[in-house]
């Protein structure tokens, strides 16, 4: 019993000499990587992941160290390393991240992304979701209309992709390609309340514009025939019953929902421009009551 007590004893000494060694090798690591020795850090990572691999914070900073030295390669030795030893890859890119977020240095995760996307393809989607979130926190437009038109071929009915994407397409002024994307998700979901009110605005700033035009060019003219006026009119009214009645119809299922003071003002002005002063009368008696109520 004693010998086995002392076996047991030792082994138990041996662990705190590893741990305590294990230590002094990660302070010394550290110490390499804050003085930007990256090979130097690399080598004391090495040790201490074959003594700990699945310590996720040495592949991070391993993958940060290879990165300063664009050495692809030892990226993704790590990244493999990591995944043969059941390290989640969520908790590397998220580690990753927050690092060079830190350490201002951005552009290496990103650059992590797609070397993982393009050296090992069937986790594409997976980095996909991952790059998307990176480049709408950037405000990247550009590059999130392409990861949302790769995610789009596997996922075409994601309204949450598509709307990306149609938000994306508007920063960009491509206004035309960000109502498609916005009539897509109306027609895989007649309720979406985001579709609902930027078809609306869409399509009633677009009338607006119109109108403004059309009422430009009629006021130039210096005497105005009969023929003129009548055209003036027509077109006048084929706005008004296309384009404005379009944009009500979809503000008025967004309004159902749930009404805003900016909304309830767009139908004002639309039934205005249409005429229709009951719903005009009734939109305006019930702001005013909204405001009166404490």
């Known amino acids: 019993m ?30 390499h990587f804050n003085n930007r020795e990256w090979g130097e850090a690399l080598s004391m990572y090495n040790i201490l992941l074959a003594e700990n ?31 043969r030893n059941g390290v989640p890859l969520d908790s590397l890119f998220v580690g990753v991240d927050a690092l060079t ?25 997976l ?3 991952y790059l998307i979130r990176f480049y709408r926190f950037r405000n990247e437009a550009p590059h999130i ?58 399509i009633y700033s677009r009338g607006t514009e119109q109108l403004k035009e059309l009422e430009m060019r009629y006021d130039s003219l210096p005497s105005p025939t009969r023929m003129q006026y009548a055209t003036y009119k027509w077109e006048k009214n084929k706005i008004l019953n296309t384009d404005f009645r379009e944009a009500a119809y979809y503000l008025e299922k967004a309004d159902k929902q749930y009404t805003t003071p900016y909304l309830r003002k ?17 939109i305006s008696n019930e702001s005013k009551s909204q405001k009166k109520s404490p």
């Not at 830190?102 to 393809?121: D, F, G, T």
């Open 2 to 31: 004693r010998k086995i007590a002392v076996i047991l004893l030792f082994g138990v000494v041996c662990s705190l000499q590893a741990a305590v060694l294990n230590e002094k090798l990660y302070r010394k690591a550290e110490a």
């Open 53 to 83: 691999p699945k310590e996720v914070k040495l592949y991070v900073s391993s993958v940060v160290a290879a990165s300063y030295l664009e050495a692809p390669q030892s990226i993704m030795h790590y990244v493999e390393l990591s995944e």
């Open 101 to 125: 977020m830190k350490l201002q240095k951005s552009k290496m995760y990103e650059n992590m992304l797609l070397l993982i996307k393009r050296e090992q393809p069937w986790l594409k989607k």
């Open 127 to 129: 980095i996909n979701t």
């Open 145 to 202: 209309v392409e990861i949302s038109d790769e995610l789009l071929t596997m996922f075409p009915d994601d309204e949450r992709l598509l709307k990306l994407k149609g938000d994306a397409l508007l920063e960009q002024g491509e206004d035309v390609k960000s109502f498609d994307c916005y009539k897509q998700i109306y027609r895989k979901d007649s309720t979406n309340r985001d579709a609902l009110i930027f078809l609306g605005n869409f």
């Open 266 to 282: 767009t139908l004002y002005s639309i039934y205005t421009r249409l005429a229709e002063v009951g719903k005009a009368e009734m």
